[in-house]
């Protein structure tokens, strides 16, 4: 199946400082979205973005599918922004039932230090 | 509009016994799927189903069942719980699986003793 992966790992900031994450996946994709896990467990989806540049406040994310890789921008870092980051991805390159899995990878943990 | 509800929040488990957790959704969503979260391993998809009554195993299905009778109820059932079923589970839906906004629930964190 497909693999992703997620960097760096851990990632500690001022509060201010602005962030990059990186997802490298290992085959095409027609779906790609990035998670926010908050400290409280909940998944809230940020972005939806197999191709191209989206911009949602301070938030913005990139991929380049020709180059299998997203990258997710965070300027002017708040405390609340603090939580783990995932990317997932899904192939569908082949369509018939069964291929149906959004993948995800590791996820990135940030943390933003008042 | 509640979206995707799990219940319960919390539950602790002997080995051995079994029980079901639980998904609705309210968004006429076609696809819901059920990911594990483990410490340092992400999520991991246990079952999916992409309408009622057609199911499929995802990456970690033993010792799991699922069935889809509606399209707003997608159960989870563990048979014979085991310690190393103790996870955070987390149920999903979206339109299509490569559709855009996947909505999840709030979890439920099951520990097996």
């Known amino acids: 199946g497909i693999q992703v992966e997620q960097s760096p790992p851990d990632l500690i900031l001022q509060e201010g400082a602005n962030s990059t994450l990186r997802c490298n996946f290992s085959?095409?994709?027609?779906?790609l979205q990035w998670f926010h896990q908050n400290p409280w467990g909940q998944l809230i989806n940020l972005f939806y973005?197999?191709?191209g540049t989206k911009q949602n406040g301070r938030l913005s994310a990139t991929t380049v599918a020709t180059e299998r890789y997203s990258l997710l921008y965070i300027s002017s870092s708040q405390t609340t922004d603090s939580g783990v980051y995932f990317c997932a991805v899904l192939n569908r390159a082949i369509s018939n039932f069964g291929n149906e899995k959004l993948t995800f990878g590791t996820g990135t943990r940030l943390t933003i230090i008042p | 509009n509640a979206g995707v509800t799990q219940t319960p929040k919390f539950q602790v488990l002997k080995t051995g016994q079994s029980m079901t957790l639980q998904c609705a959704q309210d968004m006429n969503h076609e696809y819901m799927s059920w990911y594990r979260q483990d410490p340092g391993m992400g999520l991991r998809l246990i079952h999916y189903?992409?309408?009622?009554?057609?199911?499929d195993q995802g990456e970690v299905p033993n010792g799991y069942n699922v069935s889809r009778s509606t399209t707003e109820d997608f159960p989870l059932r563990l048979l014979s719980a085991a310690p190393s079923q103790t996870s955070v589970y987390f149920c999903a839906s979206s339109y299509r699986p490569e559709a855009r906004g996947y909505t999840f629930g709030s979890g439920t964190r099951l520990t097996v003793v």
């Open positions: 085959d095409s994709v027609n779906n």
């Open positions: 189903s992409v309408g009622a009554g057609i199911t």
């Open positions: 973005i197999p191709s």
